[in-house]
């Protein structure tokens, strides 16, 4: 059903938001228009374009096709989504995601653990009803922007060149001046006074009087529309991101080299050259806590250093990226195998000392039939013991028929291990054990999509909530000319450029 | 003077500042709102002469860095900021009793982290060693103030509205007539989060970009990323919820005042609740 517009109430509710119009035959009925802005409507009432309007009117008989249409450009729903989707997003910060710590899985119930695993809990962020509400966002984005792109088109380049008498009522700043001049001269005068103080007017002549249109900034109202788009933008990069990337991890021994990795669910895959991890360290502060861990990293293609990428420093904040997947800093630890370290045993009243080699665990038996064994090494004690540095071996003793003694030996600290009262003095001497790097490993050719939309998102979100579109229009008839302004956003500060082109206004001879 | 003696004249000042700006809600004596407000301001330029002492303290250890490091710094550079988004409402808008409701946050946060935390500089561990600290940490702090000064005046919001409520006879005496007209309130708020929205997108876009350059992974779904989303949300409903009828006014203050929660939550709840990337003091990678 569609009816012509004969007349439209305004009321305005206390936030200037425009709620209510009525129609012919007093049917009150919500525009789209309820969405825009108080000058908005009085453009679009005003303006003869739109005089005429032919508006469906809403009634009960909507097609099912309406009904879903509205429903998905509704800012109701955009309200329920975001506030669903804050309140959903909770639950995967409290409940543990991914793989299940086997302490979780014995503290909680058999059927809470059930309900929470058909629910998908423990992968919330990609559970279907996770990924649907955000795409249902999505599409109330894109059906918010089609419904409305087109009506804030218009009202950029259609833009009120007249103002009716009733608007002129409405606006809250206005200044006029009065002149003896012919209409012609003030108008000259005038278009030429707003070209040099605010912008170039465009002027229309009705029933002998001329109004001159100048605006500024009309674009800005796309802003908002930028920033809608842009997060579809971070969308798709995301998409793309994991359909054609990739992440995983991998683990290389110092002095060996890998050419695949590890993914996600674990299965080994190519990298199609190879990593040589050259050397691993971890520095200290003099707190202990560590400074900087580095692995010193070769890419090798076909057995051969790949020139620029020899000897590339990682640290944690500085990866290496070869071929689009990047290498990152994010774990260490001690090889397995070969790890032998060496101990020394020096008999406190004299004597040469005897170097062992020992491997962790295994029971040496000395000559006097003492045993010990190591227990643990570290290659930097700081750490577990505050005050000592370098290497050190937490070593057990058991003297002949007696009980097991712990301690720790160090490599820097002689006079620390003769302190220790025994006949024996146990000094570590370090190790040819081999440390390996563990690095995290990733590819996303989406991430470059991501940047754009945030860049987009950044300047949408500049333009929408830091410009404002001013509008200023003069009308002259004979004998006066009349100056109105309207900004779409910080009143005050345009009240303020206004008042200042006001004041020149006022005292302009013609 | 070291810049821990300036952080305690600092705390003391807040002090001064909010007890001021109570006499001045109670007495509705101009003098002391001005009082009020020029006490905070001094607190804020001796803030600012710590914050720089303790920058250059960190050099002088030897292990320099911005002081943005731990939960202390960021709580001492926290209340920097939200008196100096207080200070730009009082100047802008000269709304000097929004300080009665906004200086208090400052100074809980400068009591609870000069009494509470060990205030020692750290040097940094190797996940904080970038430039991105600084651009991350600025956004999002900023961000969090303007939030903070958008719940105080949201609080002043529900206040005014439940006392006119109680007795809608009588026009609002007493402390309420000292508050701006309801009117004005909301328009703050939105002003306020208005200032706070772009910071905490940039925050959150800084925080992507580094976890990217340092990780590997721009979103990872851990709790203090999954947490500033949600604030994000709730703010992107506040901002989404002017345009529509019947999510002003009230509706509005309580979404500021919930948005806040989220994001002393974000701030503070997921480092000591939650754990994640972000708990500073663990030497992780």
Redesign the interface.
């Known amino acids: 059903m569609v009816v012509k517009l004969k007349a439209i109430i305004i009321k305005q509710d206390r936030m200037g938001i425009n709620s209510k119009m009525i129609v012919k035959k007093g049917v009150h009925f919500f525009l789209y228009l309820r969405y825009c802005s108080k000058d908005n409507i009085y453009d679009l009432c005003c303006n003869k374009n739109y005089r005429n309007l032919e508006i469906p009117l809403a009634t009960t008989d909507r097609s099912f096709v309406t009904n879903v249409w509205d429903f998905f450009c509704s800012l109701k729903l955009t309200l329920f989504l975001l506030i669903s989707l804050a309140l959903t997003s909770i639950i995967g910060t409290i409940l543990p995601q991914g793989a299940l710590p086997p302490e979780y899985v014995a503290q909680i119930s058999a059927t809470k653990l059930q309900i929470y695993t058909k629910l998908g809990f423990f992968d919330m962020y990609h559970s279907w009803w996770f990924i649907a509400l955000l795409y249902v966002f999505s599409l109330n984005l894109v059906s918010c922007s089609i419904k409305r792109l087109p009506h804030v088109f218009k009202f950029i380049s259609e833009p009120t060149l007249v103002l009716g008498e009733g608007q002129r009522n409405s606006f809250s700043l206005k200044k006029e001046l009065s002149f003896s001049g012919p209409v012609e001269k003030g108008k000259d005068r005038l278009v030429e006074f707003l070209g040099k103080e605010f912008s170039t007017p465009v002027i229309t002549e009705q029933n002998g009087e001329y109004h001159l249109f100048a605006q500024k900034a009309a674009w800005c109202r796309l802003g908002v529309y930028v920033v809608h788009f842009s997060i579809l933008v971070i969308f798709v990069g995301a998409i793309i991101g994991s359909l054609a990337g990739y992440k995983g991890y991998v683990t290389i021994v110092e002095g060996t080299s890998v050419n695949a990795f590890e993914g996600r669910n674990g299965q080994q895959m190519p990298l199609g050259f190879e990593v040589l991890c050259e050397k691993f360290n971890v520095d200290f502060y003099a707190t202990g806590a560590p400074k900087e861990f580095r692995s010193i990293l070769t890419i090798l293609e076909k057995g051969k250093p790949v020139p620029g990428y020899s000897q590339v420093k990682v640290i944690v904040n500085e990866p290496l990226t070869y071929k689009g997947i990047t290498f990152y800093q994010s774990s260490y630890g001690q090889a397995n195998e070969g790890g032998e370290h060496f101990i020394s045993v020096t008999p406190k009243n004299g004597g040469a000392p005897e170097k062992l080699t020992v491997r962790d665990g295994v029971v040496v038996t000395l000559k006097d039939g003492t045993t010990f064994k190591l227990l643990e090494a570290t290659q930097e004690v700081r750490q577990f013991a505050p005050g000592f540095s370098g290497p050190a071996a937490r070593i057990e003793v058991t003297r002949k028929g007696a009980a097991p003694q712990t301690f720790i030996a160090f490599k820097n600290f002689p006079e620390v291990n003769a302190q220790r009262g025994d006949a024996l003095i146990f000094g570590y001497e370090g190790t040819n054990a081999k440390q390996y790097t563990g690095l995290q490993v990733a590819k996303d050719p989406g991430v470059w999509v991501v940047w754009l939309g945030c860049a987009l998102m950044v300047i949408g979100i500049s333009v929408a909530f830091f410009m404002s579109h001013k509008r200023i229009w003069v009308v002259v008839s004979k004998g006066h000319a009349r100056m109105y302004g309207n900004a779409s956003k910080n009143q005050a500060g345009f009240q303020m450029q206004f008042e200042d082109i006001s004041e020149k206004f006022h005292v302009i001879k013609i | 003077m070291t810049s821990s003696m300036f952080f305690n004249i600092t705390t003391f000042a807040y002090l001064i500042s909010t007890v001021v700006f109570f006499a001045f809600l109670a007495s509705k004596n101009k003098s002391l709102g001005i009082a009020g407000s020029f006490i905070a301001y001094a607190g804020l330029a001796v803030q600012t002469v710590a914050i720089a002492l303790r920058w250059k303290e960190s050099y002088d250890m030897g292990?320099g860095h911005a002081p943005m490091s731990n939960l202390y710094e960021s709580i001492v550079f926290f209340s920097w900021t939200i008196i100096l988004l207080f200070a730009y409402i009082d100047i802008r808008y000269k709304y000097r009793i929004v300080g009665a409701f906004v200086v208090p946050f400052a100074l809980l946060g400068m009591a609870w982290a000069q009494l509470g935390m060990n205030t020692g500089i750290?040097?940094l561990?190797?996940?904080l060693?970038?430039n991105?600290l600084l651009y991350h940490v600025i956004t999002c702090f900023l961000g969090y103030a303007a939030f903070a000064v958008a719940c105080g005046i949201s609080i002043m919001y529900l206040l005014r509205t439940a006392m006119e409520g109680t007795n809608s006879s009588a026009p609002a005496g007493g402390l309420m007539s000292m508050f701006p007209p309801l009117?004005v309130l909301?328009d703050l708020n939105y002003r306020s989060i208005?200032i706070g929205?772009?910071l905490l997108?940039?925050g959150i876009?800084t925080g992507?970009?580094w976890a990217?350059?340092?990780?590997?992974?721009?979103?990872s779904?851990d709790?203090k990323e999954?947490?500033s989303?949600?604030v994000w949300?709730?703010y992107?409903?506040f901002l989404?919820?002017?345009?529509?009828?019947g999510?002003?006014?009230k509706r509005a203050a309580w979404l500021s005042v919930i948005g806040f929660a989220?994001t002393i939550f974000c701030y503070l709840g997921?480092n000591l609740f939650?754990s994640g990337l972000h708990s500073y003091g663990n030497?992780k990678?």
Do not use: C
């Open positions: 292990v750290e040097p561990v190797p996940a060693q970038s991105w009117k909301d208005m929205f772009p997108t940039l876009i992507a970009a990217n350059y340092a990780w590997g992974t721009y979103w779904w709790p999954t947490w989303l949600i949300f709730v992107a409903a989404h919820a002017r345009i529509t009828k999510w002003v006014g989220a997921v939650l030497s990678m």
